[in-house]
């Protein structure tokens, strides 16, 4: 690091390479970025500066990759790998993005829009909303998390199943570099195959190669009818058939596809006031699914007929159709209120796992049948995308175990999930990304041909490895 060994000279310098924007250095106003929101890592950091435009942001990689200086880029920071933290050196700084939060374009006849990265998913979605539009990136933590950090991790959540994961809701990107030059490609252009695609290798890089500073996304027409529907199903293999006879009777329209275990309903019931479980919590496993349309029709007859059928051969044990868009909420309130009924539940371990759909229920038998033997004392949550493959396959103590047996456990853990999860072709990160938490694993379930091609990308971008250091992987 080239960085003056005097403090008070490195904020001067730090302080002139951010002109107009803010850099925050005080320690309670710097404390907020320096941990991830579930305060799993903690890190320290020369300082936060919060540039308002791409001159400025500019300005600021360049400097700091003339000398060496680490940069974390950090969205909503709702994180669940530690992606957006600091390490503890106190080199590195932070880049919120907060501030560069405009819609820049929106153009209906072309079903697309422009946002900076700073822009709430929540205020994506609402002004897409206002043009008669529809942005179907879904999350929980929509009306925090920004759609920087949303491209940077290529979030997915609870409609890939039909829309995509955020690479596939993207045209275009306009992203700086580390040394400062401006990526522009904000082209709203459904067809262009013009070389490389970099807008694709810049999203999901988690800030290592540059930092998003806004995108045109792809939009659809506004959604004129949903029918939502929770259902009672006898085991995981059930699931994916009923799965299969909503895509036959519905085609696309099918939306979202999520399998809630007891167990987390029951941890939703309990832990987020005003929560109650649909249909009882007398079984093993329920669905929550939805269909959606872009014109008027009868979708809840759509989804009864399809039911009834599944009801007859046993698939649905039993099932109930919101009846009005309170109730809609309220089903997915539950299913969204999951992450936080578990952090509110106490110490857990999680797994952002996919598999083939297909294998889901040989997975999920014998991840369930480890878990129960070799973690006693923990209770499997096992809930998700499963119209993706995407579970997150998570186990909690709920019974207060202390902190120090989650950790010597939590490895044991992750390996032997991670080891069958492997065997089934799926793969260790599915929506959350790698950070810092996955490192390893990513290590040792890619390809090294993979993985040196990841690291050639990363030295031709990056070559003195200021973006987002320690992430994805550990620096060369
Ligand atoms: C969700 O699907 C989020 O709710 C969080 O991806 C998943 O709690 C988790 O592991
Ligand atoms: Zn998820």
């Known amino acids: 690091l080239s960085v003056p060994t005097d403090a008070g000279a490195a904020l001067a310098a730090l302080r002139r390479a951010c002109g107009a924007a803010p850099l925050l250095t005080g320690v309670d106003e710097v404390a907020p970025y ?10 320290q950091a020369l300082g936060v500066a919060l540039p308002d435009t791409v001159a400025q942001l500019s300005e600021i990689l360049a400097w700091c990759n003339a000398r060496g200086v680490g940069v974390v880029p950090q969205g909503g920071n709702t994180s669940y790998c530690g992606g ?30 422009t946002v900076e990265a700073g822009c709430l998913l929540a205020s994506v979605q609402q ?3 206002e043009a008669g539009c529809y942005f179907p990136l879904e999350l929980g933590s929509a009306g925090s998390c920004q759609i920087g950090g949303n491209l940077s991790t290529n979030a997915g959540g609870l409609n890939v199943l039909r829309f995509g ?20 490609r904000l082209r709203a252009l459904r067809k262009d195959n013009t070389g490389y695609d970099l807008k694709a290798l810049l999203i999901g890089a988690e800030g290592t190669l540059g930092i998003i500073t806004a995108a045109t996304l792809k939009l659809w027409p506004a959604i004129r009818t949903t029918a939502t529907a929770f259902l009672a199903v006898p085991d995981v293999s059930a699931a994916i058939a009923v799965l299969a006879q909503l895509r036959g009777a519905a085609g696309e329209r099918l939306n979202s596809f999520e399998l809630l275990p007891r167990a987390a309903i029951e941890l939703a019931c309990r832990h987020i006031p005003g929560t109650r479980a649909p249909l009882g919590l007398s079984n093993e496993w329920y669905v929550l699914c939805e269909l959606s349309s872009f014109v008027d029709e009868p979708l809840d007859e759509l989804l009864q007929q399809a039911l009834t059928r ?6 649905v044990l039993d099932a109930t159709l919101a009846a009005n868009e309170g109730q809609r909420l ?30 889901l229920p040989a997975f999920v038998a014998e991840a369930s049948a480890w878990v129960r033997r070799a973690v006693p004392d923990g209770t499997l949550v096992a809930y998700g995308h499963a119209g993706d493959g995407n579970l997150h396959f998570n186990v909690n103590w709920l019974d207060g175990a202390d902190a120090q047996h989650v950790a010597t456990q939590e490895p044991v853990i992750r390996r032997a999930i991670h080891d069958l999860v492997a065997a089934h072709g799926g793969s260790i990160s599915a929506e959350h990304g790698i950070g810092q938490l996955k490192v390893d694993e990513l ?25 987002n250091p320690g992430k994805i992987f550990t620096p060369s």
């Open 310 to 315: 599944a009801i007859s051969t046993g698939q």
């Open 330 to 359: 309220a089903f997915w309130a539950l299913r969204e209120g999951i992450p936080t009924a578990q952090r509110r539940a106490g110490l857990g371990v999680k797994h952002d796992i996919s598999v083939p759909v297909s294998a």
């Open 127 to 129: 002004a897409a909303a």
């Open 34 to 43: 320096l941990s991830d929101h579930r305060h799993l890592y903690r890190g």
């Open 165 to 184: 994961m955020a690479r596939d809701l993207t045209l275009g990107i306009e992203a700086v570099l580390p040394d400062g030059r401006v990526f522009q």
């Open 84 to 113: 957006a933290t600091p390490d503890e050196s106190g080199t590195q700084l932070v880049i919120g993005l907060a501030r560069m939060n405009r819609i820049r374009a929106i153009d209906a006849a072309n079903l697309s829009m």
């Open 443 to 467: 290590r040792r379930y890619t390809s090294a041909v993979e993985l040196g091609t990841m690291r050639a990308i990363k030295r031709a971008l990056d070559p003195k490895g200021i973006m």
